[in-house]
Protein backbone atom coordinates (compact mmCIF):
# COMPACT_ATOMS: atom_id res chain seq x y z
CA UNK A 1 0.00 0.00 0.00
CA UNK A 2 1.45 3.43 -1.36
CA UNK A 3 0.02 6.36 0.67
CA UNK A 4 -0.01 9.70 -0.21
CA UNK A 5 -0.99 12.98 2.03
CA UNK A 6 -0.82 16.32 -0.16
CA UNK A 7 -2.76 19.58 -0.41
CA UNK A 8 -5.67 19.22 -2.93
CA UNK A 9 -5.60 22.01 -5.43
CA UNK A 10 -8.89 22.70 -7.34
CA UNK A 11 -8.05 20.10 -9.89
CA UNK A 12 -9.38 17.75 -6.74
CA UNK A 13 -13.00 19.06 -6.36
CA UNK A 14 -14.18 15.80 -8.06
CA UNK A 15 -12.25 13.77 -5.17
CA UNK A 16 -13.05 16.09 -2.39
CA UNK A 17 -16.97 16.70 -3.63
CA UNK A 18 -17.08 12.71 -3.27
CA UNK A 19 -15.15 12.05 -0.08
CA UNK A 20 -17.68 15.00 1.20
CA UNK A 21 -20.95 13.20 -0.25
CA UNK A 22 -20.14 10.26 1.54
CA UNK A 23 -18.99 11.88 4.74
CA UNK A 24 -21.26 14.86 4.89
CA UNK A 25 -24.16 13.76 2.94
CA UNK A 26 -23.53 17.16 0.56
CA UNK A 27 -24.52 16.26 -2.49
CA UNK A 28 -21.37 16.12 -4.99
CA UNK A 29 -20.40 19.51 -6.74
CA UNK A 30 -16.95 19.00 -8.01
CA UNK A 31 -17.04 22.83 -9.72
CA UNK A 32 -18.52 24.42 -6.92
CA UNK A 33 -15.75 22.45 -4.44
CA UNK A 34 -12.89 23.04 -6.72
CA UNK A 35 -14.25 26.60 -6.74
CA UNK A 36 -14.18 27.01 -2.79
CA UNK A 37 -10.74 25.34 -2.65
CA UNK A 38 -9.83 27.81 -4.66
CA UNK A 39 -10.95 30.95 -2.81
CA UNK A 40 -10.64 29.39 0.56
CA UNK A 41 -6.94 29.42 -0.06
CA UNK A 42 -5.78 32.29 2.41
CA UNK A 43 -8.10 30.28 5.59
CA UNK A 44 -8.90 26.49 4.60
CA UNK A 45 -6.26 24.04 3.40
CA UNK A 46 -7.77 20.64 2.43
CA UNK A 47 -5.46 17.36 2.47
CA UNK A 48 -6.36 14.75 0.53
CA UNK A 49 -4.84 10.75 1.69
CA UNK A 50 -4.43 8.65 -1.94
CA UNK A 51 -4.04 5.18 -2.04
CA UNK A 52 -2.10 3.83 -4.76
CA UNK A 53 -3.52 6.52 -6.80
CA UNK A 54 -7.10 6.58 -5.24
CA UNK A 55 -8.74 9.33 -3.08
CA UNK A 56 -9.35 7.46 -0.12
CA UNK A 57 -9.75 10.57 2.67
CA UNK A 58 -9.61 14.13 3.01
CA UNK A 59 -8.83 16.82 6.01
CA UNK A 60 -9.91 20.25 6.29
CA UNK A 61 -7.95 22.41 8.08
CA UNK A 62 -8.87 26.02 9.19
CA UNK A 63 -5.59 28.25 9.62
CA UNK A 64 -6.42 31.92 10.00
CA UNK A 65 -5.23 35.22 12.31
CA UNK A 66 -7.39 36.01 14.59
CA UNK A 67 -7.68 39.62 17.35
CA UNK A 68 -7.29 38.35 20.70
CA UNK A 69 -4.01 36.50 20.16
CA UNK A 70 -0.78 36.85 18.23
CA UNK A 71 -1.44 33.24 16.87
CA UNK A 72 -3.68 32.17 14.16
CA UNK A 73 -6.28 29.89 14.88
CA UNK A 74 -5.92 26.22 13.64
CA UNK A 75 -8.80 23.75 13.98
CA UNK A 76 -9.34 20.90 11.88
CA UNK A 77 -12.94 20.83 11.04
CA UNK A 78 -13.47 17.47 8.73
CA UNK A 79 -11.43 14.03 8.41
CA UNK A 80 -12.94 11.00 6.34
CA UNK A 81 -11.74 7.83 5.75
CA UNK A 82 -13.42 5.86 3.17
CA UNK A 83 -15.06 2.59 5.05
CA UNK A 84 -12.68 0.07 3.56
CA UNK A 85 -9.16 2.39 4.70
CA UNK A 86 -9.96 2.33 7.97
CA UNK A 87 -7.54 1.43 10.77
CA UNK A 88 -4.74 1.35 8.08
CA UNK A 89 -2.88 4.77 9.60
CA UNK A 90 -4.80 7.29 7.19
CA UNK A 91 -6.23 9.08 9.70
CA UNK A 92 -3.78 9.26 11.51
CA UNK A 93 -1.13 10.64 8.66
CA UNK A 94 -3.87 13.12 7.79
CA UNK A 95 -3.65 14.44 11.14
CA UNK A 96 0.31 14.21 11.48
CA UNK A 97 0.02 16.74 8.01
CA UNK A 98 -2.41 18.84 9.74
CA UNK A 99 -0.20 19.05 12.99
CA UNK A 100 2.54 19.89 10.96
CA UNK A 101 1.20 22.65 8.97
CA UNK A 102 -0.35 24.36 12.06
CA UNK A 103 3.04 23.97 13.39
CA UNK A 104 5.08 25.62 10.94
CA UNK A 105 2.34 28.12 10.58
CA UNK A 106 2.77 29.45 13.81
CA UNK A 107 -0.22 28.01 15.66
CA UNK A 108 -0.15 27.74 19.83
CA UNK A 109 -2.43 24.95 19.51
CA UNK A 110 -4.90 23.25 17.21
CA UNK A 111 -8.82 22.04 17.48
CA UNK A 112 -10.43 19.30 16.47
CA UNK A 113 -14.35 18.52 17.01
CA UNK A 114 -16.32 15.07 16.89
CA UNK A 115 -19.74 13.37 17.56
CA UNK A 116 -20.41 12.00 21.11
CA UNK A 117 -20.76 8.79 19.78
CA UNK A 118 -17.79 8.87 16.98
CA UNK A 119 -15.30 7.16 19.55
CA UNK A 120 -12.92 5.54 17.02
CA UNK A 121 -12.30 9.16 16.46
CA UNK A 122 -11.86 9.86 19.66
CA UNK A 123 -9.54 7.51 19.99
CA UNK A 124 -7.52 8.93 17.40
CA UNK A 125 -7.57 12.20 18.57
CA UNK A 126 -6.41 11.21 22.11
CA UNK A 127 -3.45 8.85 20.45
CA UNK A 128 -2.29 11.59 18.99
CA UNK A 129 -2.02 13.78 22.17
CA UNK A 130 -5.24 15.25 21.98
CA UNK A 131 -7.72 16.74 25.65
CA UNK A 132 -11.23 17.05 25.73
CA UNK A 133 -11.31 20.65 27.58
CA UNK A 134 -14.51 21.82 26.43
CA UNK A 135 -18.14 21.45 24.87
CA UNK A 136 -18.44 22.52 21.68
CA UNK A 137 -22.17 23.93 21.08
CA UNK A 138 -23.54 25.30 17.63
CA UNK A 139 -26.57 26.03 16.20
CA UNK A 140 -27.74 26.06 11.88
CA UNK A 141 -28.53 29.36 11.01
CA UNK A 142 -31.97 29.57 8.70
CA UNK A 143 -33.00 25.92 9.11
CA UNK A 144 -33.61 23.31 11.21
CA UNK A 145 -30.88 21.49 13.54
CA UNK A 146 -31.71 17.53 12.43
CA UNK A 147 -30.42 15.08 14.71
CA UNK A 148 -27.44 13.55 13.78
CA UNK A 149 -26.52 10.02 14.31
CA UNK A 150 -22.79 11.42 15.40
CA UNK A 151 -23.63 13.51 18.14
Same mark, same amino acid.
Given at each position: ?5 ? @? ?6 ? #????? /? ?10 ? !????? =? ?24 ? +??? =? ?11 ? +? ?6 ? @?????? #?????? =? *???? %?? !???? +?? %?????? /??? #?????? #???? *? /? ?16 ? *? *?
Amino acid at each position: MSLVIR @QATPADGA #AVAQL /NQLFNGVPADAQ !GVAAR =IERCTATERVFLAEVDGLAVGFLSLW +LFP =IVCYPEPYAEVSE +LYVCEGYR @QMGVGT #ALMREA =I *EVAR %VE !GAAE +LK %VNTGFR /NTA #AQRLYT #ALGF *E /NLCLHLWTRLGGDMEEST *E *E
